[in-house]
């Protein structure tokens, strides 16, 4: 046992992070690696891959990305803006590469250097944008606001030009939410819900595939046999839950699982489904609403307004993600590309994962109350009045 | 402009538009929780829904097996013997977009599929379409092939095949389907008139047990003895083409029918090709002397002839510029019934011409002659008759000239005039109760047994001596037509019927047999009339067919066969009376 008066950076680390949510995030991990198990067999054979090639790869980034977990998670205010500012400014450079000279996969320019930058810029995006929202709230003199409005343009153009609507969907709703929870004037909320709700509406007129998606979905889920593969996947997902039933048919007893072309990526949720049961699925959701609701409830508690904004945004960023992954397999979305953080197989999104966990758990370590650590950083109570 | 946003910059300062209010955002952090627990509890309630429900949902692959599911009823024989059902297959398909390498593909399912072509499949998984079939209904052994190929994007789905376990046997009365199972063809397409299709796009999930099997009026083994002599023939005579048919002429029902050349319907598409039409109920042809039975009952019919009678054949019959010859001219007076042995085209012009053009053709008419029938198969075929009946038509019409009926159609008046002058059209379904089928009243019960005594006689004496099976009561009429080639009658070329009543007193079936353009043997003195062909095949399917239809040969003639021409006290002909040894 590390002892209180041990002023190591170890035993800081101990008493002040959060344990509750590091276990979390650990226990998520770990079932990450047990359902890649179960999931990624079937999508190895496919591919002529040894049989536990992406449990292997999946234990190999595991290493990086608890070495990652622990570093971010160390860092305090200051290190953590800094470095969520350094790792913005490298992802964006780099995804601006990726366009000129990355590799297309499936229609889309998202890898270069066998890494996805989008992935890495989620994290640091949100940091920053609470960062720039928190000094919004200091006084009308910092530019804090505008700097807020301007990230979410520089952020979602590149993304929009590779193009990924679901990563720019999830970094313009957490955007919204975290304007939400700075505590604008409704008139705002209003606003950009207005333009959220214009935005889906003009996407599902404009973009076929998106008026695809979202007329299968309305359709009641049997597909016709011209109806397209895409509802495939979501009625085979819907098949493993109910094959599974409540207790599951078995760790390897998946049938349903061989004909999910995604199985170990955006549809491993099915996967548990099928071969533990839906009592398990229920398990990891409620890792999952536990790990939201226990970083909101810190963030709320929070004095310090970088620190409630940047957990509160990296808890809805997590959140959203899993959220959407889940209710897309149970069939309560209409299908859009998501992995379940931590559950679903893939190196970036494991430690991009890694260090968004990181900045969370750095953000919501327990600390001297009004302290003085970092300059200009008062609490609201002492927050100039004009 | 700058005053609106000066007013407007003013009215944000006032309100705190633009302000951040850090105080407000706990209630709003936590409300942010609250809907985050929200949605986890709806997306866990669906969790258990899902995890409780019993039936799997319907997913892309059932619901295009619903699709594809559309059974049929089973066709059955008279005698409950299978002539076509269901078998389950299976049918692979492709999603392109999911196949990792298109070109090894198509390698590894162009082998494992011999049937399938590797560049229309390229094509298709080329195409801009999601899903494609690769081939469908193989055999559970195709499957499995294609199955261990181990390709992602490649699905099977289990789907009915209609299968022929017969062949060709009846296919022309059984027709045939296409891929998507809907009949294209004889009681296939009829089955689907009847409702079936209409019932399969109400929605509504047929299963394959719940539809009632049709029970044909075939009879399988009469079908295959029927088909397999008429090829016999096809060998021997070298003929363009065949038919054939067996009716009960008590009910309508065709026991047997085949039509040379025919097809397998296991490979549908051969169904529709022109050659292998069904010649005895969509083709017309000049029936000859077939119609000379229709016109010798109209005569006796008529009350202006009985079976004493004696009919003018001194001189050959002209009119006009034509000129009616005999083709065994006699030269003399001939009895009635010498009309119909010696087949005598003046002695048929003289009875028809006694009756009047007006007579004959409401004759024709009462028989079915002039319009089209229409049975239970969907393909039928109109009558070619004269614009303008002259006396002329009447003339040559009588000998089955310058008329062109399909053959079923006159088997149906050959039918009507043995058992007992009943018209009713042929039937291709079993006749649960015989005594439904009364058909309209033709000819008198006292006319038809004059006709079965010429028929008789016909047997015996005349051109139908091949079809007199011993054993058997048999009464026959042959028919050689010349075909015409480039408007004129080709005597080199003929078309050769011939038709038996068996047993001629009480006749329970005909048996009708048909050449196009036979080849004569030099065995038989190159004749290719009807008697050395079309009768002799006959001849060879009365003896075959009817053991196989519980009838036995007969030990003796049958006492007293003509029971009201005997009592009339004319001289019957004691080689018609006795059973041919």
């Known amino acids: 046992m590390i002892s209180r008066t041990d002023r190591s950076l170890a035993s800081e680390w101990w008493w002040t992070v959060d344990r509750w949510l590091v276990g979390a995030v650990l226990l998520l991990m770990v079932t990450g690696l047990v359902v890649s198990l179960a999931a990624s067999p079937p999508v190895a054979a496919r591919l002529h891959l040894s049989t536990f090639h992406f449990v292997h790869r999946q234990a190999l980034y595991l290493v990086p990305a608890a070495i990652a977990l622990i570093a971010t998670s160390t860092l305090d205010m200051r290190q953590t803006r800094r470095a969520a500012l350094g790792l913005y400014v490298v992802s964006l450079l780099l995804i601006v590469l990726a366009l000129k000279f990355g590799v297309e996969v499936k229609g889309s320019r998202r890898w270069i250097f066998g890494v996805q930058p989008s992935e890495f810029l989620k994290p640091a995006f949100v940091v920053l944008v609470a960062w720039a929202f928190s000094e919004g709230g200091k006084g009308r003199d910092r530019p804090g606001a505008w700097i807020a409005f301007a990230l979410l343009p520089v952020t979602i153009v590149p993304l929009l030009m590779q193009p990924d609507f679901g990563q720019t969907m999830l970094l313009s709703i957490v955007w919204a939410a975290l304007f939400f929870m700075a505590g604008l004037h409704w008139l705002w909320v209003a606003g950009i819900g207005g333009v959220g709700g214009v935005g889906v509406m003009a996407a599902y007129k404009l973009s076929p595939h998106v008026h695809e998606r979202i007329s299968q979905f309305l359709g009641g889920g049997a597909a016709t046999a011209n109806g397209g593969a895409a509802s495939f996947q979501v009625d085979t997902a819907l098949a493993s839950f109910v094959s599974g039933g409540l207790f599951g048919r078995g760790p390897g007893e998946g049938i349903v699982k061989r004909s999910l072309p995604d199985s170990h990526t955006d549809f491993a949720f099915a996967v548990v489904g099928e071969e533990f049961g839906v009592v398990a699925c229920m398990a990891i959701a409620a890792v999952f609403a536990f790990v939201v609701v226990r970083g909101l409830f810190l963030a709320s508690r929070d004095d310090d307004p970088f620190a409630r904004f940047a957990a509160a945004g990296l808890l809805t960023l997590f959140g959203l993600q899993s959220v959407i992954n889940m209710a897309v397999d149970v069939h309560l979305m209409p299908a859009k590309g998501m992995t379940l953080p931590f559950i679903s197989y893939g190196g970036s999104s494991l430690i991009s994962l890694a260090i968004e966990m990181g900045f969370l758990i750095a953000v919501t370590r327990r600390r001297p109350r009004a302290s003085l650590s970092s300059v200009g950083e008062a609490p609201f109570a002492a927050a100039p009045a004009e | ?581």
């Open chain 2, 1 to 581: 402009m700058t005053d609106i946003l000066a007013r407007f910059a003013a009215f944000a300062r006032r309100s705190g538009l633009a302000r951040m209010r850090p105080e407000r955002s706990t209630g709003r952090v936590m409300a942010v929780s609250v809907a985050f627990l929200g949605v986890f509890a709806l997306i866990d309630a669906r969790l258990l829904q899902l995890g409780l429900r019993k039936e799997p949902p319907p997913t892309f692959k059932s619901s295009i097996e619903d699709t594809l599911a559309k059974p049929r009823p089973d066709i059955l024989d008279r005698e409950g013997r299978v002539l076509a059902t269901d078998v389950m297959s299976w049918s692979i398909f492709a999603e392109p977009k999911r196949l990792v390498d298109k070109d090894e593909a198509v390698d590894q399912l162009a082998t494992a599929l011999p049937g399938v072509d590797s560049a229309a499949l390229r094509r298709k998984f080329d195409g801009k379409k999601g899903f494609v079939w690769v081939a469908r209904k193989v055999t559970e052994k195709e499957r499995a092939e294609v199955f261990h190929l181990g390709l992602p994007g490649i699905g099977f789905v289990r789907e009915p095949k209609r299968v022929y376990p017969n062949g060709p046997i009846g296919a022309h009365v059984i027709g045939a389907v296409n891929t998507d199972n809907v009949g294209i063809a004889g009681l296939e397409e009829y089955i689907d008139r009847q409702g079936l299709a209409t019932l399969r796009d109400s929605g509504i999930k047929i299963r394959q047990a719940d539809l009632k099997p049709l029970v044909t009026s075939l009879d399988l083994r009469a079908t295959q003895a029927l088909r397999d002599e008429l090829e016999w023939g096809m060998r021997t005579f070298s003929p363009k083409a065949a038919g054939g048919a067996i009716v009960d002429v008590n009910t309508g029902e065709v026991l047997a029918m085949a039509s040379l050349p025919d097809f397998d319907p296991n490979v549908p598409a051969d169904a529709l090709k022109k050659d292998n039409i069904d010649r005895i109920a969509v083709g017309t042809y000049e029936m000859g002397s077939t119609f000379k039975a229709m016109t010798l009952a109209m005569g006796l019919e008529s009350g202006k002839f009985t079976l004493r009678s004696m009919v003018d054949a001194r001189h050959s019959l002209r009119y006009g510029r034509f000129t009616i010859h005999d083709f065994e001219a006699q030269h003399r007076m001939l009895s009635y019934p010498e009309v119909f042995t010696f087949s005598s085209n003046i002695g048929a012009a003289h009875i028809a011409l006694a009756a009047g053009v007006d007579a004959h053709q409401a004759f024709l008419r009462k028989m079915g002659q002039l319009t089209r029938l229409r049975t239970e198969l969907p393909e039928s075929a109109s009558p070619i008759v004269p614009k303008h009946w002259s006396d002329l038509n009447t003339i040559t019409i009588a000998f089955g000239q310058g008329i062109n009926v399909t053959p079923l159609q006159a088997l149906m008046a050959v039918c009507s005039i043995v058992n007992g002058g009943r018209i009713m059209p042929p039937t291709f379904l079993k006749v649960a109760d015989p005594a439904t089928r009364t058909g309209t009243r033709v000819i008198s019960e006292a006319t038809s047994e004059d006709m079965r005594y010429l028929m008789r006689m016909n047997a015996v004496k005349g051109s139908a001596r091949k079809a007199n099976i011993p054993g058997y009561f048999v009464g026959g009429k042959t028919g050689t037509a010349d075909k015409i080639v480039h408007g004129h009658y080709d005597h080199s070329k003929v078309f050769t019927t011939f038709m038996a009543a068996v047993p001629v007193d009480k006749p329970k079936y005909l048996f009708f047999v048909m050449y196009d353009q036979p080849q004569a043997l030099k065995k038989d003195g190159g004749f290719h009339t009807s008697a050395y062909n079309s009768g002799r095949v006959a001849g060879r399917l009365i003896r075959r067919v009817l053991p196989l239809l519980g009838e036995p040969p007969l030990d003796a003639a049958p006492a007293d066969p003509f029971p009201r021409i005997a009592a009339s006290g004319y001289p019957l002909d004691p080689l018609a009376l006795a059973l041919t040894k």
